[in-house]
T-cell receptor
Framework: EPEVTQTPSHQVTQMGQEVILRCVPI?????FYWYRQILGQKVEFLVS????????KSEIFDDQFSVERPDGSNFTLKIRSTKLEDSAMYFC???????????FGPGTRLTVT | KQEVTQIPAALSVPEGENLVLNCSFT??????LQWFRQDPGKGLTSLLL?????REQTSGRLNASLDKSSGRSTLYIAASQPGDSATYLC?????????????FGSGTQLTVLP
């Protein structure tokens, strides 16, 4: 069964460094999402991406963040100048056109020290 | 702003018991509602999706209901098993906006005791 994959599973970085989190959505899906979950808190929406552009973003998704679909398979989240409070589990999700069930990847645990 | 609440935050039951998990949302203008399972340190597994026009959905031992007017959904788990132990999350998609992003509750942590 097709699934969303994410790499790396765990990333440790120092404060102020840039990180890129990678996702490979399900191949025929057209809508892509990033969510994050700070330890012990709710899963929060960050950004959605469709037709090679951001379709919606939350107030969390400020200039520190960017997303890109560099080729036909990968979907990336870049965090510039990481802060301690960026430590969280980051989930990628995707869905197909006309259906609203979102499929999530296993997540990347980001630890900023 | 849509708020999603799940009660109880934690639930412990003996194996074999039937149980109900509750989810409530403040804005009834939802497009659909999705239930997920999350195992510790892992991703989210979609269990059921109910469209706003539906009243319930079933998958195996799971049955989810939706009452839009009262802003409530329940997830019924029949004949619970230790393997059902996990955190169960509900999430709604609001009707406005093309992105159809999910707004999540904080989850119910279920423990099924052997």
């Amino acid at each position: 069964e097709p699934e969303v994959t994410q790499t790396p599973s765990h990333q440790v970085t120092q404060m102020g460094q840039e990180v890129i989190l990678r996702c490979v959505p399900i191949s025929n899906h057209l809508y892509f999402y990033w969510y994050r979950q700070i330890l012990g808190q709710k899963v929060e929406f960050l950004v959605s991406f469709y037709n090679n552009e951001i379709s919606e973003k939350s107030e969390i998704f400020d200039d520190q963040f960017s997303v890109e679909r560099p080729d036909g398979s990968n979907f990336t989240l870049k965090i510039r100048s990481t802060k301690l409070e960026d430590s969280a589990m980051y989930f990628c999700a995707s869905r197909t056109f006309g259906k609203y069930e979102q499929y999530f990847g296993p997540g990347t645990r980001l630890t900023v020290t | 702003k849509q708020e999603v609440t799940q009660i109880p935050a934690a639930l412990s039951v003996p194996e074999g018991e039937n149980l109900v998990l509750n989810c409530s949302f403040t804005d009834s203008a939802i497009y659909n509602l999705q239930w997920f399972r999350q195992d510790p340190g892992k991703g989210l597994t979609s269990l059921l999706l109910i469209q706003s026009s539906q009243r319930e959905q079933t998958s195996g031992r799971l049955n989810a209901s939706l009452d839009k007017s009262s802003g409530r959904s329940t997830l019924y788990i029949a004949a619970s098993q230790p393997g059902d132990s996990a955190t169960y999350l509900c999430a709604v998609i609001i009707s406005s906006g093309s992105a159809r992003q999910l707004t999540f509750g904080s989850g119910t942590q279920l423990t099924v005791l052997p």
